[in-house]
């Protein structure tokens, strides 16, 4: 089942023809144009994905268009609703009005769904009722291990950093489908230097529909990041729990913690970090 991310695609116009009547146009040039705008607005929509929020005049940037052409597709895409905008204040810019930036639309991530996951939720459910919720988190921490069998080494190999870390699992995730994102924030005087963090995003998320009915997936993917980076992390947002991105923040001023293993694999219980401590964005 093919999973490509698309724009709805609309109808061709139809020039009159004779007597009144409507004909479509079958000419090549004009079938080669919808087509052409067609993958444009794909192109804008992946941009959307990978780099979401995002301004309509970075997305010119990113993909070499003109303004013009960059919000005539955002425009078709908002109206589809696979794209919706969120307003960002501005850094700096005091009680200015915030700026609009572009987010994939509950509907555009539900387009990189899989109907498989409708069977996978159900079995979840019947097992949970069965087995209990022990039993449910049992099978997250059960598919998130081979994650972190696959992570760690390459993780390791980034050395102590933490935000070196933090860019390696970016890495990796994305390499995954995640569509992920790592940004150093530094902390700056007068704030101390053990407030700098690495925001991690992850612009897709393959079992969305499952974490949104069974939050114990978000739970033990963040328990993963702590143990692959070093440090205790914070969900502050999900795609599971109405977010546009999940945003994972990652503290850059402590000292890594060192279990026996090394830096990425520590003893601490990470059972406080819940995914309901995640604030909505």
């Known amino acids: 089942m093919s999973t490509r991310l698309s724009a709805p695609r609309t109808g061709s116009d139809a020039p009159a023809g004779a007597a ?75 009680a200015g009005r915030p700026a609009r930036r572009y987010v994939l639309s509950s509907q555009g991530q539900s387009s990189l769904g899989d109907d498989y996951l409708d069977i996978a939720g159900l079995a979840l459910q019947r097992l949970g009722e069965i087995a209990g919720p022990d039993a449910v988190r049992e099978f997250a921490v059960e598919r998130f291990a081979d994650m972190e069998r696959r992570y760690a080494p390459e993780i390791d190999a980034a050395g102590p950093d933490i935000t070196a870390r933090a860019q390696a699992l970016s890495a990796a995730l994305s390499r995954d489908g995640f569509v992920a994102s790592a940004a150093s924030i530094e902390a700056k005087a007068p704030l101390p230097a053990a407030l700098s963090s690495v925001q991690l995003c992850q612009g897709h998320c393959p079992i969305q529909q499952l974490a949104t009915k069974f939050p114990v997936f978000c739970d033990v993917e963040t328990e993963l990041f702590s143990r692959l980076v070093g440090v205790d992390v914070r969900r502050l947002s999900t795609l599971a729990r109405g977010g546009h991105v999940c945003t994972t923040h990652i503290p850059t001023g402590r000292p890594a913690a060192k279990g026996p293993d090394g830096p990425g694999h520590t003893t601490d219980s990470l059972g406080e970090v819940s995914n309901h401590l995640q604030e909505r964005p």
Request: proline share 5%; aromatic share 2%.
């Open 20 to 94: 009144g009547s409507f004909r479509p146009s079958t000419s090549a040039p004009h079938v080669a144009a919808v087509d052409s705008d067609e993958r444009t607005r794909d192109r804008v929509l992946s941009a959307v994905l990978e780099h979401g929020p995002v301004s309509a005049a970075e997305l010119g940037d990113l993909l070499g268009f003109t303004p013009a052409a960059v919000r005539r597709h955002l425009d078709h895409l908002s109206r589809t609703g696979v794209i919706e905008v969120k307003r960002v204040a501005r850094a700096g810019a005091g």
